[in-house]
């Protein structure tokens, strides 16, 4: 009887990629994963809030909990977020909200292979299926969120605008940036560890060079410029204002962005496919 097993042997085709080829490589390994996807992620959702004290609920105070230093400081007069057409709370919280999307997502991204190394170095599923294994965590989130947004917005009498029904399709450029962010730096993180850390601190001051917790209107040029060539100051405006007075402020700048955010996603894709084959070898 023949005894003799096949040998398999694992070669790197990143460099034979382009952008096109990895994202059809992606696409195909997460549809051939889709089951393993949700089964890991029911398993961190759940374990995530099992030894939280207040449980499930702190996804729903912990946003309204980060609003309230940007709320005292604009009610002792320390904050001047400009002159708005809503509640300062609701304008924040909607910010915040938006901007909390794209954290989440880096962070759930890039987090993903290091999370997860015993899957990496133990079975064969594809490392991108491992990287986003947390987005339907996302999901979850925007859905809490547009349900605390109503909430706050009922407090305060305002009834949503009719387009606030495209909310979600409007927050999706947001989520696509920072999956694009989070898989360049899941395999550069796993590499080099502290660099997820640094970008995770600069994404934290780039908040405060778009218009999350104040109106985009400068009277010094310079400021004003730097938050208009900002991608982000339209990924984070013009979901809010669509969910509350129905209008795009700027639709061409929310187009560029739109595009921006489709191809920090491609050329992530792409660095993950060129780098991935060596986050075993370091993990």
Do not use: C
């Not at 606030?164 to 395999?187: D, E, K, Q, R, S």
């Not at 010094?220 to 402020?249: C, E, I, K």
């Amino acid at each position: 009887m023949d005894n003799t097993k096949p040998i398999r042997t694992y070669e790197p085709i990143g460099h034979a990629l382009g952008f096109v080829g990895s994202l059809r490589l992606a696409w195909t390994e997460l549809y051939l994963s889709r089951h393993v996807i949700w089964h890991l992620f029911v398993r961190d959702f759940v374990a995530q809030f099992r030894q939280k004290i207040l449980g499930y609920f702190w996804i729903v105070l912990g946003p309204l909990l980060g609003i309230v230093p940007f709320v005292f400081m604009n009610r002792t007069g320390i904050l001047n977020p400009g002159t708005l057409d809503m509640p300062y709370p609701v304008y924040l919280f909607a910010g915040m909200g938006i901007w909390g999307m794209l954290i989440s997502t880096f962070t759930t991204v890039s987090g993903g292979l290091l999370g997860n190394a015993d899957l990496v170095m133990r079975t064969n599923i594809p490392k991108i299926a491992i990287a986003i294994t947390g987005l339907a965590g996302i999901l979850y989130n925007l859905i809490v969120h547009v349900a605390v947004l109503l909430l706050v917005m009922a407090l305060y009498g305002l009834p949503p605008a009719p387009a606030a029904l495209f909310y979600p399709l409007a927050v999706l450029p947001m989520i696509l940036l920072g999956v694009g962010l989070g898989l360049m730096f899941a395999v550069v993180g796993a590499v080099a560890r502290d660099v997820t850390g640094m970008a995770t601190t600069a994404l934290g001051l780039l908040m405060y060079l778009s218009p999350v917790v104040y109106k985009a209107e400068f009277p010094q040029p310079l400021l004003q410029a730097l938050v208009s060539w900002n991608p982000l100051s339209y990924l984070v405006d013009t979901p809010r204002s669509l969910f509350m007075v129905g209008t795009v402020p700027d639709l061409h700048g929310f187009a560029l962005a739109v595009l921006f955010s489709l191809a920090v996603l491609a050329f992530g894709v792409h660095a993950f496919y060129l780098i991935k084959d060596r986050v075993a070898e370091r993990l």
